[in-house]
């Protein structure tokens, strides 16, 4: 059974960094496509970043770019979500999604609980 686990979030001040994991059990992650998603308050889900198996970064939000990078860490079966020069606009539970395939659509079959990011300005 694929389970996903987010963790790291929290309430940091503008400009700050997190840094999110995604841990996965029951299935090696290195053999899947990783994607972020978030969800701020009365906004729909949306895609931020994706990082496929081989590791090719796709953004999904051009918000982030510059500022937020995946990384993997196969020995802990984790995929990491560092997130820097935060802005209260990145307010959002943030979700880790797993998939088999590319990048290049959103739709992913494998979720996690999710992780609360709160910046404050």
């Known amino acids: 059974q694929v389970q996903l686990a987010e963790s790291g979030g929290g309430l940091v001040q503008a400009g700050a960094s997190l840094r999110l994991s995604c841990a996965a059990s029951?299935?090696?992650?290195?053999?899947?496509?990783i994607g972020w998603f978030r969800q701020a308050p009365g906004k729909e889900r949306e895609g931020v970043i994706c990082?496929?198996?081989?590791?090719?970064?796709?953004y999904y939000s051009n918000s982030v770019k510059g500022r937020f990078t995946p990384a993997r860490d196969n020995a802990k079966n984790t995929v990491y979500l560092q997130m820097d020069s935060l802005k209260p606009e990145d307010t959002g539970v943030y979700y880790c999604?797993?998939?088999?395939?590319?990048?290049?659509?959103?739709?992913?079959?494998?979720w996690g609980q999710g992780t609360q990011v709160t910046v404050s300005s």
């Open positions: 999604a797993a998939k088999k395939g590319s990048c290049i659509n959103a739709n992913f079959d494998s």
């Open positions: 990082i496929n198996l081989h590791n090719f970064i796709q």
């Open positions: 029951g299935f090696p992650l290195d053999q899947w496509t």
